[in-house]
């Protein structure tokens, strides 16, 4: 007798280990359907002429998404490319090949100075205001005792000369910890990433730019808030400096 025979030779774990297959496979797809809601389709690396997205077994139908704090709605994929072009030209003809700014380096968006289109709207917190803000729009946040206040210290930039002068602290209101600081020029205040400063007790070093560059970075439209691509603007001009602020940062050590 053959005992669990539904029909023939065919049995219950026959069934069960073709059902598992099958949905492997129908799982393959639809996460590689998903997984292509952003960025593609792909784009050829020299010419730049989009390529094929493989059919409809490739392709997932657009989705939308509610954003919080009534922001609208997203959605994806819509086949949309970068609005903005790459200052730079491509060193070698073949894909992959490094790229050397035009220009102005820190507008060409290159290298460590490559930056992404984001919100033109602030971060916000869980409770829907702005996460990134002036250190006195948030008195529970306070310098630690043991550690420098750098407001009021002059800031020096790689080339060892003054740049300006520290003013304010812009801190995270939700993971209570600085930021950017806000630096006078002379001229305008801008904001330099806290990370790549180094705050000692009579002085802020930030080696990412010289000291002339302090004054063509970027500062946010609203003085009390900074939106997620000015952010990204910021930092990606810093970055800029580690790179192409000097010429003897653009080749190896050795």
Not at 95 to 102: I, Y
Not at 144 to 159: H, I, Q
Request: charged share 20%; proline share 8%.
């Amino acid at each position: 007798m053959n005992y669990g025979n539904i029909v023939g030779t065919i049995d219950a774990a026959q069934i069960a280990m073709i059902t598992f297959i099958g949905f492997f496979i129908a799982l393959v797809f639809w996460l590689r359907r998903e997984d292509r809601r952003e960025g593609y389709p792909l784009e050829d690396a020299l010419t730049g002429r989009l390529l094929s997205e493989g059919g409809p077994l490739s392709a997932a139908a657009p989705k939308t998404f509610i954003l919080p704090f009534g922001k609208g709605t997203k959605s994806v994929p819509t086949g949309e490319r970068d609005p903005f072009e790459v200052n730079a030209k491509r060193r070698e003809n073949f894909g992959g090949a490094p790229l050397s700014p035009v220009g102005d380096v820190f507008a060409a968006g290159v290298g460590p100075g490559s930056y992404a289109d984001r919100a033109k709207w602030a971060d916000i917190d869980a409770h829907g205001n702005p996460r990134l803000v002036p250190m006195g729009l948030v008195p529970e946040i306070s310098v630690a005792t043991a550690s420098t206040d750098p407001r009021g210290l002059p800031v020096y930039g790689a080339d060892g000369l003054k740049a300006g002068v520290v003013t304010d602290m812009w801190v995270d209101r939700a993971e209570h910890l600085v930021r950017y600081l806000a630096v006078d020029t002379g001229g305008k205040t801008v904001l330099a990433p806290m990370p790549m400063a180094v705050v000692k007790k009579n002085a802020v070093i930030i080696d990412a730019i010289n000291a002339a560059d302090f004054a063509g970075a970027p500062f946010p439209a609203n003085p009390g808030e900074i939106t997620r691509y000015e952010e990204e603007r910021t930092v990606a001009y810093f970055g800029t400096g580690y790179l192409y602020a000097n010429e003897n940062r653009l080749e190896p050590l050795i």
